[in-house]
């Protein structure tokens, strides 16, 4: 007999294997609406019988637990190509036993998704991803940032995956609707699930070709050059795809031609000097591959434009007066020839707007209700104020103490199992909410949470509180 199942009590396996039919078939009948429905959880599942007696992932799939909890972190992500589980770090309190032999997140994942693939009926599994580490300070896709975290859950998910760009408020889904899905939730650092919802920057510029491709840059305010790529849609929005830091300086802009060849300048920070940056766009995936920065002139406020597929004009202010000053330039191989400086009386490019035909591209800055005024915003010809920021692909949790950012339009909150009063409340707000540490019968509310997380899931006393409160399987 398995290791994990000698473990269980009796009544407990019975009780939990019988509650597989009953909480479909209650599901069926009253068919409760996500918010409102109650299911079984563990917490930091990746742990299985360390420090509990949770068995293997599948186990407690099969147990009926339909909210798993992983805790990742970035630490050597660019070696191991991956997250790494752990509590305190990576590797710490990972049950490998009937569990992925790795550490890696991607495997940890596929674990769920094949599991799901095998019981399409079942009602849908949240995978909450405490994130341990700050991942807004990763410098792009490689290092491990946000954008990689919605690649690891899209390519483990594929169409299995419930989207927070799919979650209407006014008309949530019932159980049913969801059976065969799974929900990826964005826990743990409160900077990373801030800079999850929406981005800040300072002196933002925008560039779109005629392919729809779409690039941004932006200084942060403190010395540091960040850039967006994104796609043009048919609905006249933009899809972002990559982010990343590229430089340091302030006051970027930005020139994109049809072929997906870019050109950046901008200042040093608290100096005058103009540099400039040679950029390709990769087509398929958004990311950009640049060149070596490379230092042009002296002045204030670049601008610049293709005038030609590989032909450029730069226009910038004098560092010493208004006066403002040229240069032509052509593209070559990741360089720029520059040539014909000299002044003129042209007013320099407005660098916060672009447009191919009849589609336009503009960036700004303005608050989102609770966010800051430097939130970035994309308007389009078809679309006002979007934010810029990554694909919607998990939802957010809210927990306790967090702020009103964090609060707006949140769905899934949580706390400790001891904070009834904020459970509660934000049950009958009719939000999800997950209490972990959820390991006596007394951190029971009304209504319960719903996602009491347990380190026990077997145990007689949680097998019977969540049969008596509905948990659907």
């Known amino acids: 007999m398995p290791r994990s199942t000698t473990a269980l009590p009796l009544l407990a396996v019975m009780t939990a294997a019988s509650l597989l039919t009953s909480g479909n078939a209650g599901a069926a009948a009253a068919e409760p609406s996500l918010p409102a429905a109650v299911f079984r959880a563990t917490h930091n599942s990746y742990s299985g019988d360390v420090g509990g007696a949770r068995g293997p992932i599948a186990q407690q799939l099969d147990a009926g637990i339909r909210f798993v909890e992983y805790d990742i972190h970035d630490n050597g992500y660019t070696s191991r190509g991956d997250y790494a589980l752990g509590h305190d770090g990576p590797g ?6 009937g569990n992925p032999a790795s550490d890696n997140l991607g495997d940890w994942l596929r674990t769920v998704g094949a599991w799901s693939a095998a019981h399409p009926s079942a009602a849908p599994i949240v995978v909450a991803l405490d994130v341990k580490d700050n991942l807004t300070d990763n410098a792009g896709h490689a290092e491990g940032n946000l954008a990689a975290l919605n690649d690891r859950l899209t390519s483990a998910f594929g169409e299995r995956l419930f989207r927070a760009s799919d979650y209407r408020p006014g008309s949530p889904p019932t159980v049913d609707q969801l059976r065969g899905r799974i929900i990826g939730v964005l826990s743990g650092d409160a900077r990373t699930r801030t800079l999850y919802r929406r981005d800040t920057g300072h002196n933002p510029a925008i560039a779109i070709n005629n392919r729809g491709q779409v690039v941004e840059v932006h200084d942060s305010g403190n010395g540091a050059l960040w850039y967006w790529t994104g796609r043009y849609g048919s609905d006249g929005r933009v899809s972002w795809l990559r982010h990343g830091r590229y430089d340091t300086g302030e006051n970027p802009a930005v020139a994109l031609n049809d072929n997906g060849d870019l050109v950046e ?4 920070e608290n100096t005058d000097a103009l540099w400039y940056r040679v950029g390709r766009l990769d087509a398929a995936t958004g990311e950009i591959r640049w060149s070596v920065s490379r230092q042009y002139d002296r002045g204030v406020r670049p601008t610049i434009r293709f005038t030609g597929q590989a032909q450029l004009r730069e226009i910038h202010q004098s560092q010493s007066g208004s006066q403002n000053w040229d240069w032509d330039g052509v593209l070559g191989d990741m360089a720029v020839s520059w040539s014909g400086n000299g002044k003129t009386a042209d007013p320099r490019y407005d660098k916060t707007t672009s447009a191919v035909g009849a589609s336009w591209v503009r960036v700004r800055t303005a608050a989102d209700r609770a966010t800051p005024a430097e939130t970035l915003r994309v308007d389009t010809d078809r679309v006002t104020g979007d934010l810029i920021r990554y694909p919607q692909i998990a939802f957010h949790e809210f927990q306790k103490g967090n702020s009103a950012e964090l609060q707006q339009d949140a769905l ?3 706390a400790p199992a001891s904070e009834s009063a904020f459970i509660t409340g934000a049950r009958q707000a009719g939000k999800l909410v ?15 949470a719903g996602y009491p997380a347990t380190d026990t899931p077997y145990a007689p006393w949680y097998v019977q509180l969540l049969d008596r409160s509905g948990a659907v399987s």
């Open 412 to 414: 899934f909150y949580a």
């Open 434 to 448: 997950r209490g972990w540490g959820f390991n006596s019968a007394s951190d029971a509310t009304s209504p319960i």
């Open 265 to 268: 300048v901008h200042e040093s």
């Open 92 to 97: 710490d309190e990972v049950d490998h036993a």
